[in-house]
């Protein structure tokens, strides 16, 4: 039998059909991953899930630290803290009190709640940071995390923005979740209430937002994939 008329190795069909297969499979998701661009990694939205929640969980932590830090600083009596009422720029907001209840309301009210709340808090902790870094009782290492603070809640909310997109693109969702992240948005979000609260107040409000919006993304993210660590 001649070179020309030599039979082809049913391996190397296979070979050939895996590699083809592979490769084309990793075309589907990269044009789902890009939206046209080059050069991102797909990402499963499980994954995004994970990333937000570890983030809210880093910038609940740092709120901690913070509200702590200012009592030892600003209010070193036990019996003053206990008369401060919270007057919380948030209230107006309704959010789902307890587990049950965030695990009852529409997924896509739960995720406005959790937007609603990073989106309220974007000028309170800029100007916020602006104040202690002018005491100078508060140390320079407390001022950073406040400005930390400031940084996490942007980042957050563009996350979340990310993980939004992704559940409208797969059908998860609607296309009409997630406006709240635009900067018409972000303009009409801008409340003066939260320049009545004193600094006290305002950390302790945080503290109590920041893990509310931990506890929602992981409720979020056991509703919506559960067969990834719920």
Known sequence: MSAHNRPVSPVFVVLVCLAFCSR???????????????????????????????????????????????????????????????????????????????????????????????????????????????????NNFSSNKSLEMSDMVHELRKGVQKVVEKMQMLGIISPSIGNLGTPEALLASDSAEWRLMNDYDLLYCFRRDSNKIQHYLKILKCRIVPEHGC
């Open 24 to 138: 084309l499979s990793s075309m589907k998701a990269a044009s789902i991953c890009t939206n046209g661009q080059t050069g991102c990694h797909f990402i499963s939205l499980a994954n995004l899930f994970d990333r937000v929640i570890q983030h809210s969980a880093r910038m609940h932590g740092i709120s901690n630290d913070l509200h702590s830090e200012f009592e030892l600083y600003f209010l070193p009596s036990k019996n003053q803290i206990g008369r401060v009422s919270h007057n919380c720029h948030t209230s107006t907001i309704l959010t789902p009190n307890g587990k049950e209840n965030a695990q009852r309301i529409a997924r896509e009210e739960l995720t406005e709640v959790i937007l609603k709340l990073l989106v309220a808090w974007r000028d309170p902790l800029w100007h916020f940071h602006q104040d202690m870094a002018q005491h100078h009782e508060f």
